[in-house]
């Protein structure tokens, strides 16, 4: 080891607060973590801190959990004192999955609460993000935002170069940079010393031999940690080296070199180092859906809160919101029991939101005093002119941007209840026409022709759907070609105008292979719903009821084989990728990384994260699918785009699942994801127009994504002054409340954000660039006036709420059309497949303890040989490291069998011990490690 290499040791825990044990489980765990820590604090020099994760969440639960007042206030110095470091996170939420309001909002709260801890500001510049399953593009000018000018990251990371560097400058989408420290060996690879005291130091110079390499300083990190560790240690104990220090985020960053540091681009969701999971994108589809309707919900009462000024609790809904994002949560990868959690959460949320929208509306009307009648409320920033059809009404969307709009013509779907057609009556028939478009039914098949192409014989289907058998688990989707068929039951005409046009298509799909054998088949019935109207935007809503698991429904948009980027919205912009992920290293990486990459890597990856629409950009035009709630997209081998509806598994994690190298997680079984038994929706759009103009694309997907919120006013005789004059007829009345020209967020009382998604000055605003504006500031002319005209005052520091309780009797606001949550109850029968899965499980259990009572006669037999054959202590360290991978297996599959009839809280005692056989058996793979260096030394 060279003289100048030092070891910079952090003291943290990772903490999953829900897993595979919900809060009301872990949180007992945070006592013991809390109560432990104050004790090696007490004992340990100033030197000594601990991280807390990176976020808050991990004090509020705790704060929340306790009783004990002392510590509470003891743990608050501590904080004050910075010898426990908290934020600037509120929590580790998954930035794949959480939508530009949800980061946003994660930051702030974050750094309120350190606010309120009493943090000092400059202890708040690192973010500490070491297990977060990869990063969208604009992290590094959101962090700056906020202040934060320093980033600590393991996964994801996509470094180029041929040998990856501890020192990075990320710079993300805009150019903006922070200096950032890649945890190439993970964030525990000093974990636990206190329980291999006799080797604590061999293990500190092994882990400094195989890190400096990769430091320009010489400055190598070691993290004396674990998930759900709830047994804090001062390394410094153990520890004889004098190089060997103890270390805070801050202070390492202070003693890194960053001269010659690597630069990573944009955003880091590889797999090459450590696994970002892929599979996380499509599991528990549910999940995703009802956090983007809930947080739609929530955005809207923002926004009216914003506007009215009335008061509303809506920071409350927000923390609650984030709890759910946490990255093991909406990513699916947690026991049953937490998800089902989350959905009645979500519920929750949701229905309150949906009430401060209804009180917000109220006092918005009565602000403008507007008579009773049909209106809609825009958040979009463009102006359209078209008639908008959804599956229920088609109305004339006439608006010139964020607006609120008297609408006079409007009509409610009815359908026609005329004879069903099968497919053969509209063989070749013309469906649909409109400026941008031409479809036609042909053999089973939507073709779509755009007219604007650049091609004029350009045609393609759309609507396909793909069945494929999966073989992977909660965390890593593994596909394999299935057969399938696939059969158009009936189609019909809802609803037919010169404005709309609304199809009823019901299909089968099932695979044919399985059908013939003993193994569960796959089928799945589909009503969908085909809205055509006057935009590029064909609607496309699918009903689905499932049997049969492991399996993954897609949804083919054909890009008709053409050449061309992906292109994909991620927060705050839209990004270009290949098709294929290149640069994997596969089962056998560098020999320099070999002993340094211990944790699951991805040695395949063909799905990619998106959140709204992807497409393709081709010399013929744009063409992209978009999607509300959907997160996944991969492209075949024929260029065509599909998009993830239902991907169905059992496990959490499985041993050896092909794309995937090393563990994910808890082999625990969890029938709920498979989704069966549940009716999904999923809406889905197809944007048709050959134009190359992506600021066009957006503009139709924001009214896809943020549709106008449709609602009626009524209110009692003589509620409004009876002298009331209006400048206008009704139904040409239209106020503008902001002025904006590019997208935008309410974000707070008085604020609100920015941003250009495109790679080109737009608006305000240059490339990819996130700024904030005061709200007083964008209120226009036209609100004002028209408050004015009402006899209320302008005000350009804000607008107050103006509604009294007289106010709120006399009025009633009723919505026609505004975000839906979904619970997507279970409604099939699964009790045979419950209790044949049991069966399962009690073998798999009767086998597992076989293995390991035979593992522990070989250690028996180790030990009464080893004066005569001379058996190595590493003979034993590898037979224990075997029984207690065994063991831990072994309670992975109990837990699995007591939760089919039990409570997470009523087998604590079974998941403390798991917990603590985890950590166990993590200590011993660095010693088994350790053996594995002498060997290759000798």
């Known amino acids: 080891m060279s003289k100048e ?23 007992e765990w945070l006592l013991e973590l809390f109560d432990n820590l104050e004790k090696v604090i007490e004992r340990a020099d100033e030197e000594f801190v601990y991280v807390l994760d990176g976020q808050t969440l991990v004090v509020e639960d705790f704060m929340k959990a306790s009783s004990n007042t002392s510590l509470k206030e003891r743990i608050k110095e501590l904080i004050a004192e910075q010898r426990l470091i908290i934020g600037p996170l509120y929590a580790q939420i998954d930035f794949r999955l ?10 702030e709260m974050g750094r309120k609460d350190m606010q309120v801890y009493k943090v000092p500001s400059e202890a708040t510049k690192v973010a500490w993000m070491v297990d977060n399953f990869g990063f969208v593009g604009q992290i590094p000018q ?62 500190y110079e092994l882990e400094i031999e195989k890190s400096k390499p990769f430091s320009f300083s010489g400055k190598v990190p070691l993290l004396d940690g674990y998930d759900l560790d709830t047994q804090p240690e001062n390394p410094k104990e153990f520890l004889k080296n004098d190089s060997a220090l103890l270390s805070s985020p801050s202070k390492i960053f202070e003693k890194l070199d960053f001269s010659k540091a690597h630069i990573l681009h944009g955003e880091q969701i590889s797999g090459k180092y450590a696994c970002t999971f892929p599979g996380t994108l499509s599991t528990r589809i549910y999940l995703k859906q009802q956090a983007y309707y809930t947080e739609k919900l929530i955005k809207i009462a923002q926004f009216l809160r914003l506007v009215t000024g009335i008061d509303q609790d809506i920071d409350s809904l927000w923390r609650e919101y984030v709890k759910n994002m946490v990255h093991d949560n909406i990513c699916g990868v947690g026991i049953d029991y937490v998800h089902s959690s989350m959905e009645r959460s979500f519920q929750t949320i ?48 006439n608006t010139k941007g964020t607006t609120l709009s008297y609408i006079d013509m409007m009509h409610k779907m009815e359908d026609r209840k005329g004879e069903k057609q099968d497919q053969m009556s509209l063989k070749c028939g013309l469906l649909w026409e409109n400026e941008f478009y031409k479809a036609n039914f042909s053999d089973n098949r939507v073709i779509v022709s755009p007219k604007n192409a650049q091609n004029a014989e350009n045609s393609f289907e759309v609507g396909e759907l793909m069945l494929l058998e999966e073989t992977g688990d909660a965390y890593t989707t593994s596909r394999k070609i299935m057969d399938f068929e696939v059969k158009v039951k009936s189609i019909r005409v809802q609803y037919l105008t010169k404005h709309n046009m609304i199809l009823e298509l019901n299909r089968e799909i099932w695979n044919t292979t399985d059908l013939q054998s003993s193994k569960k088949g796959v089928f799945i019935r589909t009503k969908e719903i085909i809205i055509f109207d006057e935009t590029p935007v064909i609607k496309w809503k699918i009903k689905t009821r499932a049997k049969g698991t492991n399996y993954v429904l897609a949804f083919r948009g054909t890009t008709h084989k053409q050449e061309g ?72 081998d024929n260029g065509d785009i599909e998009i993830t509806l239902i991907r169905s598994v059992e496990w959490i994690a499985k041993r050896n699942v092909k794309g995937r190298i090393g563990d994910a997680g808890p082999l625990i079984y969890v029938p709920s ?8 929706n999923f809406n889905l759009g197809i944007y048709v127009d050959g134009q190359n103009r992506i600021d066009e694309l957006y503009k139709w997907f924001t009214l896809f994504d943020d549709p106008p919120l449709l609602f009626r006013f009524r209110q009692r005789k003589g509620a409004i002054d009876p002298e009331m004059e209006y400048e206008k007829a009704m139904g040409d009345l239209e106020i503008k409340i902001i002025d904006m020209d590019v997208p935008w967020l309410p974000f707070s009382d008085d604020e609100v954000i920015v941003f250009n998604p495109f790679s080109f ?32 005052e302008c005000r350009r520091e804000g607008i107050n709420d103006l509604v009294n309780e007289k106010d709120r009797k006399v009025r009633q606001i009723s919505f026609i059309e505004i975000p839906y949550f979904q619970s997507f109850k279970q409604t099939g029968n699964s009790t045979d497949r419950i209790v044949a899965s049991r069966k399962d499980l009690k073998r798999l259990s009767a086998n597992m303890q076989s293995e390991i009572r035979r593992e522990k006669e070989n250690l028996r037999h180790l030990k009464d040989t080893s004066d005569d054959s001379g058996k190595s202590k ?3 360290i590898k037979v224990r490291h075997k029984i207690l991978t065994l063991q831990r297996t072994y309670q992975e599959i109990k837990i699995s069998s007591l939760l089919l009839k039990k409570t997470p809280f009523q087998i604590k005692d079974v998941l403390a011990k798991f917990n603590k056989t985890r950590a166990k058996r993590r200590v011993y793979d660095y010693l088994v490690e350790i053996c594995s260096s002498k060997k290759s030394k000798n």
Not at 673 to 680: F, P
């Open 5 to 27: 290499a030092e070891g910079h040791i952090i003291c943290h825990t990772h903490w999953d607060r829900e897993w595979f044990a919900p809060t009301q489980v872990t949180n």
């Open 673 to 680: 994801a498979s989704c069966e038994g549940r009716d999904l």
């Open 98 to 107: 959480s939508s530009e309001l949800t980061i946003l909002k994660n930051l």
């Open 142 to 203: 959101l962090l700056k935002m906020f202040d934060i000018g320093y980033a600590t990251i393991w996964r994801g990371v996509d470094d180029s170069s041929k040998k990856p560097a501890l020192e990075n400058i990320w710079q993300g989408s805009d150019s903006t940079e922070v200096k950032t420290l890649f945890l190439i060996g993970g964030y525990r690879n000093l974990y636990n010393l206190s329980s291999t005291r006799k080797v604590a130091n061999e293990r």
């Open 350 to 397: 949701s229905n309150t939101a949906r009430e401060l929208i209804r009180t917000g509306l109220t006092s918005l009307m009565n602000m403008l005093q507007l008579p009773s009648g049909t209106y809609s409320l825009n958040l979009s920033n463009y102006a359209y002119n078209t008639w908008y059809s959804t599956d229920k009404y088609c109305f004339k969307l």
């Open 874 to 876: 590493c003979d034993f």
């Open 761 to 792: 000055d737009y608006g305000c605003l240059k490339a990819y660039k996130i700024g904030t504006r005061k709200f007083k500031d964008l209120v226009s002319n036209e609100l004002e006036c028209f408050l004015a005209s009402t006899k209320h």
């Open 565 to 636: 980027d992906v292109i994909a919205k991620m927060p705050f912009e839209i990004v270009r990728r290949g098709r294929k992920v290149q640069n994997l290293f596969g089962k056998n990486p560098p020999p320099s990384l070999k002993s340094v990459l211990l944790a699951a890597r991805e040695l395949e990856s063909h799905t990619f994260p998106f959140q709204g629409f992807v497409g393709i950009d081709s010399p013929n035009g744009l063409f992209s699918l978009f999607a509300r709630g959907l997160k996944e997209y991969s492209v075949s």
